[in-house]
């Protein structure tokens, strides 16, 4: 079973920071294979910009260089050339005057104008005023913007009015890639395109809801960023916010931009504060490596893990928690949204037949897919014994590896914003409304000068965390790749 693949229309896309870390390991691989799968006409440009000054062979052989390295699977030598024809380049300087008149000759008219912002925030206002004053943007120009979309409500929100000052609404496209991972779109199909799910999916049937993206690295080279930010902001803010969500949203009246991002909105605005009680903060150590000397800060109080019950005050939900988890330098590399169902309201079988709940485990990564376990009876003689057994659905399993093999979550997003389809971007007001609850959260621990609790490197994160669950008589799935 093999997706149609229907190219989009062509288009000039520019990538500001063409030649930073993002560009090369996601950005130009990822449309290097929408092209070599045909989505992208002949027509289409791709540009690098930034300050760097080199010609457009310049870029192309670093971009042959992000290939070799970052392609692994449709690595091939005709269409890697045929792709890097594709390419020019332009140097020009988002606080300055120098290479803009060039890029303005290098748009072309009648085509879809894409500029990628993939720069620091820092300068996202100078790229649009000269995009502006440049006259190379019309109402149907996009711009994309990547993460982190401020640092709190405020500094959002200037973000917002920066950009709002030539762009509408429609044309900003905030990336969070999470919601273009394959499985987060199939969180979707599954809720809404089933009976099966959605009339359970309540308060009254759901006991609670986990949510847990864990990685398996440090903070690395980016100490410094990741300090002045922490868990809380680098992750729940957005891609656990967004998980969030969607599972926890009621079905949008159509799969429209609009209709799915007010329902989005409607969840953040429904969530209650979490409080201190509810809220464990963790910093990784051990004698050989610590978090501290990671980021060089050594009275940092910044987390590296944090885990929290989250309550969404709406008829849904109510009495139904959701226990979100994200951390560095955990055991596994995971993200997965668990719903745990109620246990039936009355048993017909002894009491120790080991019955226990329906548990449905959407996986992002990895092996992206979906289980779900049932109880049954243990086959054989002896009784009534009872069992919980998987039905697994790993995507590369049931649909064959060919179908299996979908796009990153950039390409298929870079793809959206060429076709012109917001769905799976996140629009200003749920980027507000998630900092709005995320910020008091912030300022009460900030204020009590809360330390993180200490847990080893690749383990499940702080004693604390597991405590949180066990109050509520839960626990937190096993953490397994
Ligand atoms: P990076 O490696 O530091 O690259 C920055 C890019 O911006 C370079 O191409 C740089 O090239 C260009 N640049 C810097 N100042 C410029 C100026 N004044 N005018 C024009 N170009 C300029 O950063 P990155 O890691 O690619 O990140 C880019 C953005 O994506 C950031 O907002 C980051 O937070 C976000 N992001 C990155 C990742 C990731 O995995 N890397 C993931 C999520 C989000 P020159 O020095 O030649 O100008």
């Not at 300068?123 to 709190?152: Q, S, W």
């Not at 779109?185 to 009254?204: I, S």
């Not at 864990?214 to 809380?232: F, I």
């Amino acid at each position: 079973m093999v997706s149609r693949v229907i190219p989009v229309d062509p288009f000039d896309l520019v990538i500001f920071g063409g030649t930073g870390d993002l560009a090369r390991r996601k950005i130009l691989p990822g449309l290097y294979r929408r092209y070599y799968d045909g989505q992208m006409p002949e027509e289409a440009r791709i540009i690098g910009a930034a300050r760097s000054e080199m010609d457009a062979d310049g870029f192309r052989d670093f971009v042959r260089g992000a290939l070799d390295e970052f392609v692994t699977k449709r690595h091939d030598k005709k269409m890697v050339d045929a792709f890097l024809a594709k390419l020019d380049y332009v140097a020009v300087d988002a606080k300055g005057t120098g290479g803009w008149d060039a890029l303005a000759k290098t748009m072309r008219d009648g085509v879809v104008k894409a500029y990628y912002f993939s720069v620091g925030p820092a300068l996202f206002g100078d790229i649009a005023d000269r995009l502006h004053e440049h006259g190379i943007t019309d109402d149907d120009a996009r711009i994309v913007v990547e993460k982190p979309f401020g640092h709190n409500l405020e500094t959002a929100r200037a973000l917002n009015a920066t950009l709002a000052a030539h762009f509408d609404e429609t044309q900003i496209y905030r990336i969070d890639h999470y919601l273009g991972k394959e499985t987060v779109q199939n969180l979707m199909a599954v809720r809404f395109g089933n009976m099966l799910f959605e009339p359970l999916w309540n308060a009254q049937y759901v006991d609670h809801i986990q949510i847990t993206v864990s990685e398996t690295v440090g903070v690395g080279g980016r100490g410094e960023y990741y300090d002045k930010s922490g868990a809380m902001r680098d992750m729940v803010q957005n891609h656990l916010m967004q998980l969030l969500c969607l599972t926890a949203m009621e079905p949008p009246s159509r799969y429209d931009p609009d209709a799915v991002r007010d329902e989005k909105l409607k969840v953040i605005r429904a969530l209650e504060t979490t409080g201190h009680d509810d809220i464990v903060r963790g910093q990784y150590k051990s004698r050989e490596e610590s978090y501290l000397e990671d980021v060089d800060n050594p009275g940092s109080i910044t987390e590296s893990f944090i885990a929290m019950k989250v309550r969404i005050a709406n008829w849904r939900w109510n009495g139904t928690p959701f226990y979100l988890r994200t951390g560095k330098r955990m055991k596994e590399r995971v993200s997965e949204i668990v719903v745990r169902f109620k246990e039936p309201p009355h048993s017909i079988f002894e009491e120790d037949t080991g019955q226990s709940a329906n548990e449905l485990t959407i996986r992002l990564q990895p092996n992206e897919g979906m289980d779900l376990t049932v109880t049954i009876k243990e086959p054989g003689p002896g009784g009534m014994r009872l069992i919980d057994v998987p039905l697994d659905m790993t995507f590369a399993e049931a649909l064959g590896e060919e179908a299996a093999d979908v796009p990153d979550a950039y390409e298929r997003l870079i793809m959206d914003v060429i076709r012109g389809n917001q769905t799976l971007f996140m629009r200003g007001d749920e980027v507000e409304a998630a900092w709005a609850w995320t910020d008091p959260i912030i300022e009460d621990w900030t204020r009590r000068e809360d330390r993180p609790y200490p847990y080893e490197p690749g383990s499940t994160g702080p004693e604390e965390a597991m405590i949180l669950m066990h109050r509520d008589r839960r626990r937190w799935r096993e953490l397994r790749a």
